[in-house]
């Protein structure tokens, strides 16, 4: 497919359905008042992973791990901030970096949840299972996004 003459969002969402060719990804407007995000599949899931993971900071919390519970809250929410100020970028290389920066903080997320499910917090598991397929997407969002720069130049 050629994604040259696409804007930003029917690019990522033209990523999306290449990688989850099942169908079973449809996106969903995130609570925004902005209808630029509207339709956005990584986006959409950032912001749904985004829920879960509040959700376990606030039982980490409850459970006095009070660090873990702020590394966690802080890198799994990270991840849609940064995606959706990628939409914004000045340049595709502004996008591809802040995608990059997006993609470091799901890696760190990934690093937390780990250690939570290693220490018997169950609910980490569902936060994990809706994290790898955002890393999926990132990263080839990241890897088209680089070819797309080259053809570029």
Same mark, same amino acid.
């Given at each position: ?8 969002? =029917?690019?990522q #969402? ?12 449809? !996106?969903? !407007?995130? !609570?925004?008042?902005?209808?630029r ?7 959409s899931?950032? $912001?749904? $992973?985004?829920?879960?993971v509040?959700?376990?900071? %606030? %039982? *980490?919390?409850?459970?006095? /791990? $009070?660090? @873990?519970?702020?590394?966690? $809250? ?6 849609g !901030?940064?995606?959706? =100020?990628?939409? #914004?970028? =000045? ?14 903080e799901?890696? =760190?997320?990934?690093?937390w *949840? ?7 917090? #169950? ?11 955002i @890393? ?7 890897s088209?996004?680089?070819? /797309? ?5």
């Amino acid at each position: 497919m050629d994604m040259r003459g696409l804007d930003i969002k =029917e690019w990522q #969402n033209a990523l999306v359905r290449d990688d989850r060719s099942d169908g079973s990804l449809v !996106a969903e !407007a995130p !609570a925004s008042y902005n209808a630029r995000y509207k339709d956005n599949v990584i986006v959409s899931m950032t $912001f749904r $992973f985004a829920l879960p993971v509040w959700d376990l900071a %606030e %039982e *980490l919390q409850a459970k006095k /791990k $009070f660090a @873990v519970a702020d590394q966690v $809250f802080r890198s799994g929410t990270a991840i849609g !901030a940064l995606v959706r =100020e990628a939409q #914004n970028g =000045e340049s595709l290389a502004d996008f591809v970096h802040k995608m990059k920066i997006a993609l470091k903080e799901a890696d =760190e997320t990934e690093y937390w *949840l780990l250690l939570c499910i290693e220490r018997s917090v #169950n609910s980490a598991r569902a936060c994990l299972d809706q994290l790898l397929p955002i @890393v999926r997407v990132l990263n080839k969002i990241i890897s088209t996004s680089n070819t /797309k720069q080259q053809i570029r130049k």
